[in-house]
């Protein structure tokens, strides 16, 4: 019987059948995809002719189209399904990929043929994307370490394997510790929780097979249950939980490995010729440099912790009227800002959910693609990888674009977070492919026969995502290396944390956040109490963030720390942490830094990019409409369909015809005028 993995899939819009795949077909598909992938290799780094664009560039993008195909169903199931055989299956296959990995980059042969290449560049009549691709190609290369020699290379070939393994030892520790973490609730305790986080909590022990209630550490679970628990014992024993990922003892810890991982990355800079990890992985970003980067995160840490500092008083005042002497902690803030922030801004999360519907929020989504880029949206049956998941075919005047699949509740089985990945990237090389792509969340699953109801928090990430859905489902290129997201990480967010500002867009509010029960629309007085809250709490928001920024950056930009723990204590101390705010990631559950190398030294990413999405939404502003026709155009064109076939500051100059400063930045969180 042939194996599905590597079968033709001939199947609605070419998806991965799913109802055929089982755990035993990866590993031999893998092994077979990986031999085809260095038989390839083997045959465009021996092949006779002189080297060509043609048979050595565009070999090398197709080389690997059988591996790519395995792996981006496996590790689109990994990751939000997990189960022990395929935990084991990563354990298997990333040292192996990561020795592919070095073979490929370290081949002489192959990298004197793109050496060649580059060499006579100017006479080859390359086009623009060509030239880019031949660019990028070369570079990566070079460092990757196909310069280096002798002991130095096997050296690199070492320190590649052995990060490949510490980073899925990181990431299946955090997973199992969050999956395994519970807190049960007694009948007293769910006293003066609103009603979805009981409800939440009810269906979290369901998932269990547990009778009653229990907290689990699941962000969409655990975060509303620290702003509404009245029980300030319970709030530090789940907070406590929450920040001990990755640092209880035992099999799971990652306090260990996050050093050694730190440790390799700096001699992997120091071989490759830089002085720091951060100089290495800083080179190729829009930051340029661990400089560029401070300055940046400095200039919004000192407003937002002075504005973050002004807010604690206002809440130390709460808890001691609350009869509880001492100072605030971080299992309080969460609680008495709650509480703030229903006083000051009159909003109630309880009253305000039941107008923030699942559904009704990817409708808007879908809606506001529909205006600004005339995507449609139809619901599709098709055979996916879990019941909770579906997906819809993306058209544009009566043409494919795209197939999105969205994966939006929360499991035992799924990694913490929400991403965007794709299961299969737009191309033009091997035919006109489409992508298929994919966004994952993490929201709380309802009871059985209820609407799914979010926080607002949770529909911004719903935004958020498909944000970076649109990046690829909006990509017309022909190189699959350069297509959709295929940027630089400080630039990547651009598209993701833009989309999020057509949430606050009133009219859409106005039509989508209608009342689960009556279907009324929201009172015009609850939106407009709702968009003016709207960086209510922006100093403890931007402080959690920035110092986990802070802290990535400092972990990188030297000689890596013997104890990641106490270097991370002194960074903090450095900067004058408030003490009643945690970071939003600490180091043993990092994922974003250890997990692999995408936002290592580049967890300020999220705030690069915002300088530039403050900017561009104004240019909507600017032409009087969210939904500017003319607007929407030029982003299209200018960034959203070309991936990286430009640097980044090039794509955003073409679209607003300047780069902005941290000014928008400011003003768009509030603390232009913070002390």
């Known amino acids: 019987m042939t194996n599905p993995l590597l079968a033709d899939w001939e199947t609605p819009f070419e998806l991965p059948p799913f109802d055929r795949i089982e755990d035993s077909d990866f590993e031999p598909a893998f092994e077979a995809a990986l031999t085809e992938a260095r038989a390839a290799i083997e045959t465009i780094a021996g092949q006779a002719e002189a080297p060509t664009f043609a048979n050595t560039i565009e070999a090398l993008e197709r080389a690997g189209e059988p591996l790519s195909k395995v792996l981006s169903v496996f590790y689109s199931v990994a990751g939000a399904d997990s189960n022990p055989e395929r935990e084991r299956l ?272 990817i409708e808007a989504a879908f809606a506001c693609a529909n205006r600004l880029f005339g995507l449609e949206f139809k619901p599709v049956d098709v055979p996916l990888y879990h019941p909770d998941v579906r997906a819809w075919d993306v058209m544009r005047n009566g043409e494919h674009m795209a197939l999105f699949v969205g994966d939006y509740f929360a499991r035992g089985s799924k990694r913490s977070g929400a991403w965007c990945s794709a299961m299969r990237s737009q191309q033009k090389l091997a035919g006109e492919i489409r992508p298929i792509v994919i966004n994952v969340c993490n929201f709380a699953k309802p009871p059985e026969g209820q609407p799914a109801l979010l926080s607002y928090d949770d529909a911004r990430t719903l935004f958020h995502e498909f944000g970076h859905a649109l990046h690829q489902m909006l990509s017309d290129v022909t190189y699959e290396s350069l297509s959709g997201t295929s940027v630089a990480r400080d630039f990547v967010e651009l598209p993701s944390q833009l989309y999020e500002h057509w949430l606050e867009v009133p009219e859409v509010l106005a039509e989508f956040a209608t009342h689960a029960e009556t279907g009324e629309a929201m009172p015009q007085a609850m939106l407009d109490r709702l968009l003016a809250a709207q960086n209510f709490d922006m100093g403890f928001s931007t402080v959690e963030y920035v110092a986990s920024a802070l802290v990535d950056l400092g972990f990188h930009e030297g000689t890596a720390p013997a104890d990641p723990m106490a270097r991370q204590a002194e960074i903090l101390a450095e900067i004058g942490m408030p003490e009643a705010i945690g970071m939003r990631h600490a180091t043993p559950h990092f994922a974003h830094v250890f997990a692999g190398d995408g936002y290592s030294s580049g967890y300020y990413s999220y705030m690069w990019s915002e300088v530039m999405d403050a900017d561009a939404f104004e240019a909507f502003r600017e032409a009087g409409s969210a939904f500017d026709e003319t607007v929407a155009r030029v982003l299209e064109a200018e960034i959203l369909s070309i991936g990286g076939t430009q640097e980044a500051e090039a794509a955003y100059t073409a679209f607003r015809g300047r780069m902005p400063g941290v000014e928008a930045l400011l003003k768009g969180r509030g603390l232009d005028s913070a002390a």
């Not at 490995?257 to 100089?279: Q, V």
Request: contains cysteine.
């Open 90 to 361: 990563m354990r298997v296959f990333s040292p192996q990929l990561a020795a592919y990995s070095s073979e490929l980059y370290m081949n002489a042969d192959l990298f004197a043929r793109i050496d060649a290449l580059w060499a006579a560049r100017e006479d080859l009549g390359l086009s623009p994307e060509q030239a880019r691709l031949l660019y990028l190609t070369r570079r990566g290369f070079v460092r990757a370490g196909a310069q280096l020699a002798g002991a130095d290379r096997d050296r690199l070939s070492a320190i590649r394997e052995r990060l490949a393994v510490l980073g899925t030892q990181f990431t299946q520790n955090l997973l199992a510790d969050e999956r395994d973490w519970f807190m049960e609730l007694g009948e007293s305790d769910l006293e003066g929780l609103p009603g979805f986080v009981v409800d939440g909590a009810r269906a979290a022990a369901e998932e269990r097979g547990m009778e009653g209630h229990v907290v689990t550490l699941s962000r969409s679970l655990i975060t509303p249950f620290l702003q509404f628990c009245p029980n300030r014992a319970l709030r530090e024993k789940a907070y406590a939980a929450w920040t001990a990922r990755g640092a209880n003892g035992g099999e799971t810890d990652n306090r260990e490995i996050a050093g050694e991982i730190l440790g390799l990355r700096e001699e992997r800079a120091r071989l490759l010729g830089y002085d720091s990890f951060a100089a290495y992985k800083l080179e190729t970003e829009m930051a340029k440099t661990p400089e560029a980067v401070r300055d940046l995160l400095m200039a919004v840490w000192a407003p937002a912790r002075a504005k973050a500092e002004a807010d604690a008083a206002a809440l130390t005042e709460r808890l001691h009227a609350d009869g509880i002497n001492g100072d605030l902690r971080p299992w309080d803030w969460r609680y008495y800002a709650e509480a703030r922030r229903k006083e000051e801004h009159d909003l109630d999360e309880s009253a305000l959910k039941p107008y923030l519907q699942l559904d009704r929020l």
